[in-house]
């Protein structure tokens, strides 16, 4: 498989100690900012991240850019402007309309990736997997903390550290549960809700901007965290990363919290 190309487009001595740590993620300083560029740690899956990200910059879908890899041997990405959904949100996806944005987005992403043939064989971060027949290439983290809003609108996707094959209802449905909120009360305030949010309006909303029902967004929800929990335990047992850091910062835990939640809720939202 061909290596990525080390990234031409600027002087690397002219950027020596302006690397600015970007937050989020769960190691600080894993990802940098460097000028108009992101930088992060390759490995074996950055061909078939990179070939992704070419296809969806060739389609028009707002995604970084990739530009080759730094005489660091990091990945070099193109910087999105705008606002990243760091706690507290943008106001915009405070709103019900927000959620309704989002579901739409999640919609422009796999109307962008159906025709994408990743290269042979296609390495993700957690190993080889070539699309099944009816998979689509998932975002694999499609969140509200991985969006860029600008103008009231969401305007890029990063992140696809954790793409791989499958259905693109698990995106959707991955989306829905951190859009819609389906978690306890305490956890939506630090999102920057004044009070408790409307969570039935933000399903529907969220489900007619993707273009299903509501009760079938919920219910793929459900499935979706029980193999997000299944999938975090296996790989983060066999070692693999971010797993294995996922399991050690409790993020399993917080999962199985909102499986808990809804289990408790989910008849008030259909």
């Known amino acids: 498989m061909d290596r990525p190309r080390p990234a031409q487009a600027f002087s690397e001595s002219q950027l020596v100690n302006v690397e600015e740590p970007l937050p989020g993620g769960l190691t600080p300083g894993r990802v940098v900012r460097v000028g108009e560029t992101v930088r992060r740690a390759a490995g074996p899956w950055t061909p078939t991240i990179f070939a992704l990200l070419e296809h969806l910059a060739r389609k028009g879908f707002p995604a970084p850019r990739p530009l080759g890899l730094d005489a660091a041997g990091r990945e070099t990405l193109s910087w999105l402007r705008g606002r990243a959904s760091n706690y507290p949100w943008p106001p915009a996806l405070l709103e019900i309309s927000g959620a309704r944005q989002a579901g739409a987005f999640v919609r422009a992403y796999h109307d962008a990736v159906a025709d994408f043939a990743p290269p042979s064989p296609a390495v993700w971060r957690h190993g080889v997997q070539p699309p099944a027949p009816g998979e689509a290439i998932l975002h694999g983290d499609f969140a509200p903390h991985n969006l860029v809003w600008s103008d009231a609108a969401p305007s890029g996707l990063i992140d696809f550290e954790l793409a791989r094959p499958g259905r693109p209802m698990e995106d959707a449905a991955f989306c829905v549960v951190r859009t819609a909120c389906f978690r306890d009360d305490a956890r939506t305030l630090r999102m920057g809700f004044a009070a408790p949010p409307d969570r039935r309006a933000r399903l529907a909303a969220f489900a007619e901007g993707w273009g299903a029902a ?9 499935a979706s965290e029980l193999a997000e929990l299944e999938r975090m335990v296996r790989l983060g047992a066999a070692d693999l990363e971010p797993w ?10 917080e999962v199985r919290a909102e499986l808990r939640w809804l289990d408790a809720n989910a008849g008030s939202l259909a």
């Open 244 to 253: 294995t850091s996922f399991l050690r910062v409790g993020l399993a835990d």
């Open 214 to 222: 509501p009760a079938q967004l919920l219910a793929e929800a459900y």
